[in-house]
């Protein structure tokens, strides 16, 4: 497993203090987002891999 962690260039969707005009454009293609509010620093996930032996 590999964590997903946070960039700099996420907090322009993903932040706490998400641009109003950011957020409105973004409310179209993703109505029921709620990945919004990380800080530096945290975590959003993690990626894992599975295959047949």
């Known amino acids: 497993m590999k964590a997903v962690g946070t960039l700099r260039v996420c907090f322009n969707g993903h932040g706490e203090n998400i641009h109003r005009e950011v957020k409105a454009k973004l409310k179209t293609p993703?109505?029921?987002?709620?990945?919004?509010g990380y800080k530096a620093g945290e975590l959003r996930g993690g990626f894992s891999i599975t295959a047949p032996l």
């Open 30 to 36: 993703y109505p029921e987002d709620k990945a919004t």
